[in-house]
């Protein structure tokens, strides 16, 4: 089913790819090795972002917004205008992370938008660092940080925003 959503949504800019790091097999020799990346990969990584949504590497579209911590994908119930009735019950999950995640890339749809100084000063008392740019481009700089192994999230708001359906 995810693969006809994929298909049926075509962006209306011509794609470019993310950073992702291929699956490895151990027995499968490679040219180049990459000395940062452990011998897994990431769980969770993002191939591409469009219109449809978030597609991960696994190939599953997520139409919605969602957080990336400790290697695990969480449905994120977001207000639907970008800053409008936003709160700290809305980024509360970080409070209860353990190990708390040393940077959080907040991708906030087509482009780049400030959150309120609230939301900024909440994050900065739970000592986590705030990097704020377009989903398509805090997906990518996730995917790298990830892959390098440093303690991220991401928070991604996708193109066209939707309530979480259940």
Known sequence: MSAFIIHRFRPSLPRRALHTT??????????????????????????????????????LVLPSACIFLDGKVFLWNVPSHLWDGWGREHLSVFETAVPK?????FGTGRRMELPPLSIRGYLKEMGI??????????????????????????????????????
């Open 22 to 59: 291929a699956i490895r097999h151990v027995d499968s020799p490679t040219a180049f090795t990459n000395m940062l990346a452990g011998d897994v990969p990431p769980p969770v990584q993002v191939n591409s972002v469009t219109s449809a949504g978030i597609q991960l590497a696994d190939g």
């Open 129 to 166: 660092q705030l990097d704020i740019m377009d989903t398509r481009n805090a997906c990518s700089t996730y995917n790298l940080l990830a892959e390098e192994g440093r303690r991220v999230a991401a928070a991604l708001l996708p193109y066209t925003p939707r309530p979480w359906q259940s």
């Open 101 to 105: 995640p040393e940077i959080l890339v």
